[in-house]
């Protein structure tokens, strides 16, 4: 075949895989090559070495493969990523300022894009082994793939400070996931950071996660805190989380180039409006059967219900709404030891002291909720001394 001839076939094939994509929903989509991002490895050791990913394992345990896309399939030669917008309707920092009801943040207010993407990826990767015989495999989030820097370098947007893929054209609420495949396809050029002197992002963070510009401690960020995190909250972060129960939005809302982002297209990604701002009083209400239904599709369901109570209780010990005083009460006695520390907590930001003690004197005891109980009375100490210096 001529070079003409085989750039118009490389052409045709693009276009092609293009119109697939836009016809699955997708609203971008790039080529690049697994040996694209020689950086990210090292920079993933650092993160490791730092102790940054906290008790998620899973990244230390899987960082030789995620840091070289070439070792987790060396037939490949393309990486096809694509995105897809989730855009949010409203501004979703104005919930934080309704304390009785729970900030969700905009990825999970409708179905887990896991499996709204998953088919999707599978459908256009069917139709390029169709056409081309080559082999193929779709990853979301379901393998060792560092799906930002592989995006940046197939031009889909850029890292911004806040380590999140920024897109020029949609701003950063952008799901991303991948196909890899062993055709060989022309790559994209990579995209340039734009973030410039601007730094938002880093500013508005309430717990402070970010040790550098384009560095995140996981630990200190309350998307880790409230989701990743089994255990309970340390108490350092619980006033800042305020009324965020299920991962945090703020950096990316701050972002100026969210002036270019559009409403998601996707009607199973676009928030519902039950999600945005559900009461905190209903949310302490649910037992086990009750949070699955509830939540059954949702990415919510996967941290389970004594994790979800956990951060209902935080933001409720942090609503100042004396009405969820009696229920927060009632869940000191909870079977889970972690949503009854989190209910101690609620409690001793919510009820009198007098009423406090009273309760204390009630209550079943174990080791752990004693010193949830102590920190709580010390807490309040403080409070009360902050309160008489000013
Ligand atoms: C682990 C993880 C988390 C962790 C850690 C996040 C993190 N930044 O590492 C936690 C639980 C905190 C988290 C939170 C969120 N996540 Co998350 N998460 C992931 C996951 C599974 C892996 C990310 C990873 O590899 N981290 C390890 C670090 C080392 O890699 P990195 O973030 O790319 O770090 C880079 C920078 O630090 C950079 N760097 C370091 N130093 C320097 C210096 C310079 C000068 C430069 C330029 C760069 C640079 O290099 C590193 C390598 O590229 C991905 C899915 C995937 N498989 O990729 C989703 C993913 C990143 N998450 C996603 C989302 C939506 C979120 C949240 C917005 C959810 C929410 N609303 O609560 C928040 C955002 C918080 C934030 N500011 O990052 C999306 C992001 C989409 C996008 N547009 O970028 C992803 C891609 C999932 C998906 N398939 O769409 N997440
Ligand atoms: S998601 Fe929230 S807590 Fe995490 S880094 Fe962004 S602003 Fe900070
Ligand atoms: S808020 Fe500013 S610094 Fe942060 S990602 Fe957006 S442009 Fe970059």
New binding site residues.
């Given amino acids: 075949m001529s070079p003409t001839a085989a750039q118009a076939d490389t052409g045709r094939l693009r276009a092609f895989i293009e119109g697939e994509a836009v016809k699955a929903g997708f609203d971008v989509v790039r080529i690049t090559h697994p040996a694209a991002t020689p950086q990210?490895a090292g920079?993933?050791s650092e993160?490791l070495a730092e102790g940054r990913h906290g008790s998620?394992d899973w990244?230390a345990e899987t960082a030789e493969r995620?840091g070289a896309p070439a070792r987790l399939w060396p037939d490949a030669r393309s990486v096809i990523m694509l995105g897809m917008n989730y855009g949010p309707s409203h501004d979703p920092l104005s919930v934080l300022s309704e304390r009785s009801a729970g900030a969700v943040?905009?990825?999970a207010q409708n179905r887990d894009?896991h499996d709204v993407m998953k088919g999707r990826l599978k459908l256009v990767a069917s139709k390029l082994a169709a056409r081309t015989g080559a082999d193929v495999k779709v990853f979301?989030?379901t393998a060792p793939?560092?799906?930002?820097?592989l995006a940046e370098a197939a031009g889909l947007g850029w890292?911004g400070k806040?380590?999140?893929?920024v897109s020029r054209d949609l701003g950063?609420w952008?799901?991303?996931?991948s196909i890899f495949t062993t055709a060989q396809l022309p790559p994209d050029e990579p995209e340039k950071?734009h973030c410039g002197s601007c730094r938002a992002c880093l500013d508005v963070c309430p717990t402070d996660a970010f040790p550098a510009p384009?560095?995140?401690d996981?630990r200190r960020?309350i998307?880790?805190l409230t989701?990743?995190n089994k255990g309970p909250i340390p108490h350092e972060f619980r006033e800042a989380i305020g009324n965020r129960i299920y991962?945090?939005?703020d950096?990316?809302a701050v972002c100026p180039w969210n002036k270019f982002a559009r409403t998601a297209s996707e009607a199973k990604l676009a928030g519902r409006d039950d999600r945005r701002a559900p009461a905190l009083a209903d949310l302490l209400e649910l037992d086990d059967a009750a949070f699955r239904q509830t939540f059954s599709g949702s990415p919510i369901k996967r941290i389970g219900r004594d994790r979800f109570l956990r951060n209902v209780l935080i933001a409720a010990g942090n609503s100042g709404d004396a009405r969820l005083a009696e229920r927060c009460a009632e869940l000191m006695r909870d079977a889970s030891a972690l949503v009854r520390g989190a209910a101690i907590w609620a409690c001793g930001r919510l009820l009198a002291p007098e009423e406090f003690e009273r309760r204390h004197v009630d209550r079943v005891t174990d080791p752990e909720d004693e010193r949830e109980w102590e920190w709580a009375r010390r807490m309040r100490a403080t409070r009360r001394s902050e309160r008489v210096d000013a």
Avoid: W
């Fill in positions: 990210a920079r993933l993160f998620m990244l995620r943040s905009v990825y894009y979301v989030d793939v560092m799906e930002k820097p890292q806040h380590t999140n893929l950063s952008l799901f991303l996931g950071d384009y560095q995140l996981a960020c998307s880790y989701i990743e991962g945090c939005d950096c990316l």
